[in-house]
């Protein structure tokens, strides 16, 4: 039996994973990793008299408890959008619903360090929540409403983005559909039909410059993302060729506005994007399973040792 201290949970196809598995390897680090898809060839024994978890892959058993476990690595979702779709059989939904459950009750392993706590992230997924925490940070904001009125007091002449209150991830004709951030004139949102769900609407900010911040600890992994040398208008992830993140320095003030919107809303780890324009930085939102693993090839920024290094560390910002 092979006590374990780093818990990795995942899912089987997640190559971001594979970065923190693989370095926790090179430090020769005891580790389970866990994917959610593959529950299934797990048998698993969790003894809550003793907060004992014994997992069993193949012919190997693995013990789990709140005196040897030191971190916990959560890549799993908090919200299954999917779970009641049609051609998913009674069997698939109890798998997910139950196992997700089973997953988010490890928060019972209170002692222990978590990337992200997914107590936690369920809060901080709320974005008008993170704008609320980033302004009373100090960061600089868009001016933000959230309506399902065509009654607003906008210019019709000016741009404004609109954009979903929570990831929208719909089924039409079959195929998924993805809602992006939108450049729209403000006619067209007096002119629209939108009292079925409300909206984000926030004022357009030009010219700008995306820039993603990866934050671990206390440690900042900025970006500038453009392309062709210049700034994206819209929502930068629609484009595919010729996009640059480029590593570079925010000023010191900025760097720390990002620790502490991140340890605000009581997370390890956070995706920052922000925008700057004409000198100044302004908080969109903080992803807190957000993607980095394209910033290790692309940017040369070695996020996963500093995932790393939070795990081993003794410092704790739950």
Request: proline share 4%; hydrophobic share 35%; with cysteine.
């Given at each position: 039996m092979s006590n374990i201290e780093f818990l990795i949970i995942s899912s089987k196809l997640d190559f971001t994973t594979d970065y923190i598995c693989l370095e926790l390897e090179r430090r020769r680090l005891k580790y389970l990793r866990l994917n959610r898809d593959e529950f299934r060839n797990y048998e698993i024994i969790f003894n809550l008299n003793d907060l004992t978890l014994?997992?069993?892959?193949?012919?190997?058993?693995?013990?789990?408890?709140?005196?040897?476990?030191?971190a916990i690595y959560y890549r799993a979702p908090i919200f299954l959008r999917d779970i009641y779709q049609p051609d998913i059989d009674v069997e698939e939904q109890l798998y997910r619903s139950q196992w997700t459950a089973f997953i988010r009750n490890l928060t019972i392993f209170e002692k222990v360090k978590w990337v992200n706590n997914p107590i936690s992230t369920f809060k901080a997924e709320n974005k008008l929540l993170q704008l609320k925490y980033a302004a009373r940070t100090g960061f600089e904001i868009p001016r933000t409403l959230v309506t399902n009125s065509n009654n607003l007091n906008i210019n019709p002449l000016e741009n404004y983005i609109v954009k979903t209150i929570d990831t929208a991830l719909l089924r039409t004709e079959n195929k998924e559909a993805f809602i992006y951030s939108s450049v729209v004139k403000g006619s067209e949102v007096l002119d629209s039909y939108i009292s079925t769900s409300p909206l984000v609407l926030q004022d357009y900010?030009?010219?700008?410059?995306?820039?993603?911040?990866?934050?671990?600890?206390?440690?900042?992994?900025?970006?500038?993302?453009?392309?062709?040398?210049?700034?994206?208008?819209?929502?930068?992830?629609?484009?595919?060729?010729?996009?640059?993140?480029?590593?570079?320095?925010?000023?010191?003030?900025?760097?720390?506005?990002?620790?502490?919107?991140?340890?605000?809303?009581?997370?390890?780890?956070?995706?920052?994007?922000?925008?700057?324009?004409?000198?100044?930085?302004?908080?969109?939102?903080?992803?807190?399973?957000?993607?980095?693993?394209?910033?290790?090839?692309?940017?040369?920024?070695?996020?996963?040792?500093?995932?790393?290094?939070?795990?081993e560390s003794k410092e704790d910002y739950d």
């Open positions: 014994q997992v069993k892959i193949e012919n190997k058993i693995y013990s789990l408890s709140e005196d040897t476990l030191k900010i030009h010219p700008k410059v995306d820039v993603r911040v990866t934050v671990i600890g206390d440690k900042v992994y900025p970006v500038k993302i453009e392309k062709d040398g210049e700034g994206i208008d819209g929502d930068w992830r629609l484009e595919k060729y010729n996009i640059s993140y480029i590593p570079f320095n925010l000023p010191q003030k900025i760097e720390q506005y990002c620790v502490e919107v991140v340890k605000a809303l009581d997370l390890a780890f956070g995706g920052i994007d922000l925008i700057e324009s004409e000198g100044k930085y302004y908080f969109i939102e903080v992803n807190p399973t957000g993607e980095w693993a394209w910033l290790v090839d692309n940017a040369d920024l070695k996020i996963y040792k500093g995932i790393c290094d939070y795990l």
